[in-house]
Structure formats: C-alpha cells, structure tokens
C-alpha cells in the first residue's frame, strides 16, 4: 500500500520559510517522479515542483522560480524548501507520485501554508 505522508506547513509572515516534508512508503522510490502541488478552495490544482527521483532532474512553476527548492533524500522523503513567501502562497500542499512529472498516481494528504503579509 502506497503511503505519503505530508509534514511541515504551517504559517507564516511574508518573507519567511518553510520546508515541507513527504515520507513515501509503499513504493520504489527511483522509479517515479514525485512532485508538489498546490490548491487554493475553489481553484484548479497547479503544479509546483518535480523530480525525477533517480536522475535528480527539476522543474518548477514559474511562479516559484528561485523562491521554492525540491529536493529528495535516500530515505524516500522528499522535501520543500520554500523561501521568500508570499501570501498568494498560501494553499493546501499536496505530494505526490508518478511516472513522469506531470502525470501523478498517488496523493498525500495535504498540509497547510498560510502566509500572512
């Protein structure tokens, strides 16, 4: 059974950090693609950031460009590095697992950032 299991958001002024966590069991790690996403109530879902887990390849939303660091270990956790937030940051963020960046097969749950300005 695939589990991932969110960790780490919370709130925060503008300006500051916070770095999300996603333990992921239940799957071998270097054969997917694990991303973050993020969804506001009432909007569309938007793709943040992928990596390709065995290759260490990125890539980012536009909008979190030079702010927003994915990174994974070899524990099978993958992380968040989010810097210089800003309110419209703020959003359920998700994790999740795929094939490929872009095409994801299994979810977390969700945890919380709220950026406050």
């Known amino acids: 059974q695939v589990q991932l299991v969110e960790s780490g958001g919370g709130s925060v002024q503008a300006g500051g950090s916070l770095r999300l966590s996603c333990a992921a069991s239940?799957?071998?790690?270097?054969?997917?693609?694990m991303g973050w996403f993020r969804q506001v109530s009432g909007k569309e879902r938007e793709r943040v950031a992928c990596?390709?887990?065995?290759?260490?390849?990125t890539y980012y939303a536009d909008s979190v460009k030079g702010r927003f660091t994915i990174s994974r270990d070899n524990a099978n956790t993958l992380y968040l590095q989010m810097n210089s937030l800003k309110p419209e940051d703020t959003a359920m963020y998700y994790c999740?697992?795929?094939?490929?960046?872009?095409?994801?097969?299994?979810w977390g749950q969700g945890t919380q950032v709220t950026v406050s300005s």
């Open positions: 999740a697992a795929g094939p490929i960046c872009g095409v994801s097969k299994y």
């Open positions: 239940g799957l071998t790690y270097s054969n997917y693609a």
């Open positions: 990596i390709y887990t065995s290759s260490g390849r």
